[in-house]
């Protein structure tokens, strides 16, 4: 039919807009951005922690090194609480009440950045800086508001890990005796693990990539950070807080600082498919 | 230890890290709910705002995110839809799919700063749109476009097959099958993802700041500069400007993001219910 043949160009050409959109971002911004670290020279950019734009130095090294800094932080935290929730909510919560919590860790996914950086500020920044001594704006409280931040992220990928787990493994494990428990941790943890382990990653992925909760509560200052009580400076908060009256080398400059964020991110999100692809095949196997 | 008494500490512990979460949020929701609410007023609501935003209300930044959310998931929701479509309707699994999931993947992925260094330097310079509503709503459209076609895609393909055959056998040609039949029976599932698609946009900052710039007047065409409210509560609050009128702010954004969640947690309901069914 005629019709049908046109609404499947059409459509053909609508479904390849994610691609177009993908292809034409990273064109723009490497454009923009790649120029300058040549120019400036790809060691010192990347191998420098000297940053002064008004100077011309454009060093990213500080800031490479604040993002992992925060992002493993906000990993470590994530990861503890994000297991114990999927754990809970997928093996020992009553069908109800996981079937009722499940929305609400939506609805934490769905409140803005900036409010949680706000209540970071008013309420976390305080009580580091009087219990643990340092401005309080620092490299802890940025992985900790990140932390609850990718909760959702890590959480619901690892439910739908630990629920792939077929359900004969765990009855297999019970009938032979063990305990829920022993259960969990040696058949249901091993047998997701690599669904997990995607899950971490790219909850890594949300956290460096996130900007306006970051530049509340880190502090912002350019050295690297000696201690986790240290304020610091990520390749985000970097961006957002300099394109505002940023012209010339310096716009350039953060526009390659965008390029180092992607290519960090790219790398995390191909791991964490490598990761995901080896449990397909895997399963597959007979 | 006991292998049971170790499963009751475990599990203790873990319900423990469960309740500390929802307690968080909880704390977060009340902290600025209970802060903002008195300070909302049918004034604040409706009038513009005085020096810097200290005085008067938020009336220009709400239009602004209604219409650069709006107008973002409007361009992105027939884009996004049309695409699932196409991957469960039209096509059969190969590598031109594959290729689009990966793209979408990816394009999820992108954090929302990039996408405003994109927009940024595409939408308002090389496309001569300047800092404006539609530079703001073009590169929002973008940023949610993986959601929509992701949410899509489940809800089509959870539409039973025996409809489709239905619908064939009746002599409907491919198109009708797809319009009347399966969009319709997947229109909740649709609708959910779109919802939260519209919140996600909402809650954006990073992306509207370099997109749609921070002026406070109100926005008179899609080429005028607009501040949205989640912007706006960014600079009340960073800047020193108000805090009343910042925890305000954030209050009107939470209730818009709460209202948001509910209607798509209902709309899924439906769309299970009658799944089931």
């Known amino acids: 039919m005629k019709r049908d043949g046109v609404i499947r160009a059409l459509l053909l050409g609508v479904a390849l807009s994610a691609i177009f959109g993908l292809a034409l971002i990273t064109v723009f911004i490497f454009r923009e951005g790649v120029p300058i670290i040549l120019h400036v020279g790809v060691r010192k950019f990347f191998l420098s922690t000297d940053w002064d734009p008004s100077l011309g130095r454009f060093g990213i090294l500080s800031m490479v090194v604040g993002s992992l800094m925060v992002t493993v932080g906000a990993a470590a935290i994530g990861v503890v609480f994000s297991l114990a929730l999927a754990i809970v909510l997928t093996q020992f919560s009553p069908p109800g009440l996981s079937a009722a919590l499940k929305p609400v860790i939506e609805l934490l996914a769905g409140i803005p950045s900036v409010v949680y950086g706000f209540v970071g500020v008013v309420t976390l920044v305080p009580l580091i800086r009087h219990w643990l001594g340092g401005p309080g704006l620092s490299v802890l409280a940025a992985s900790i508001v990140l932390g609850v931040m990718i909760l959702p992220t890590i959480t619901s990928i690892a439910i739908d890990a630990l629920e792939a787990v077929p359900r004969s493994y765990l009855e297999g494990s019970i009938a032979l005796g063990a305990t829920r428990w022993q259960t969990v941790t040696m058949v249901l943890l091993r047998a997701a693990r690599s669904g997990l382990i995607a899950a971490v990653i790219l909850g890594m992925g949300r956290a460096i990539g996130e900007t306006m909760a970051v530049i509340m509560v880190a502090g912002n200052a350019l050295d690297v950070p000696h201690s986790l009580l240290a304020p610091v400076r990520t390749l985000t908060s970097n961006i957002a807080l300099e394109m505002g009256y940023a012209s010339g080398d310096h716009r350039k400059a953060l526009f390659a600082t965008g390029v180092t964020l992607f290519a960090i991110i790219t790398l995390l999100n191909t791991a964490a498919l490598a990761v995901s692809r080896r449990r397909v095949g895997k399963r597959r196997a007979p | ?277």
């Open chain 2, 1 to 277: 230890m006991k292998p049971m008494v170790r499963q009751r500490l475990a599990v203790g512990f873990m319900w423990m890290l469960t309740g500390i979460t929802f307690a968080v949020l909880l704390f977060i929701l009340a902290f600025i709910l209970v802060h903002g609410l008195p300070h909302i007023t049918w004034a604040f609501l409706t009038q513009s705002p005085a020096s810097m935003g200290r005085q008067g209300g938020i009336f220009p930044m709400i239009v602004g995110t209604v219409l650069v959310s709006g107008l973002a998931v409007l361009l992105a929701a027939p884009i996004g839809v049309g695409t699932a479509v196409y991957l469960s309707e039209y096509t059969r699994e190969g590598r031109l799919t594959s290729a689009i999931r990966f793209g979408s993947d990816c394009l999820a992925g992108v954090p929302s700063i990039i996408f405003g260094l994109f927009g940024f330097v595409f939408f308002a310079i090389t496309l001569g749109m300047g800092l404006s509503v539609l530079s703001g709503a073009l590169t929002l459209a973008l940023m949610v476009l993986p959601t929509i076609i992701r949410t899509s895609e489940e809800a089509i393909r959870r539409v039973p097959n025996s409809y489709r055959e239905v619908s064939l056998g009746l002599g409907g040609t491919r198109w009708q099958t797809v319009f009347y039949v399966v969009l319709r029976s997947a229109l909740p599932g649709i609708s959910t993802g779109i919802v939260l698609s519209l919140g996600r946009s909402i809650s954006e900052t990073a992306a509207v700041m370099l997109t749609a710039g921070s002026g406070m007047r109100l926005p008179r065409s899609l080429f005028d500069s607009s501040r949205t409210l989640a912007l706006h509560f960014y600079l009340l609050s960073r800047e020193g400007i108000s805090m009343p009128n910042a925890y305000a702010t954030a209050s009107v954004l939470i209730i818009a993001i709460l209202a948001l969640n509910f209607l798509a947690y209902a709309l899924m309901r439906k769309f299970a219910v009658k799944a089931s069914r």
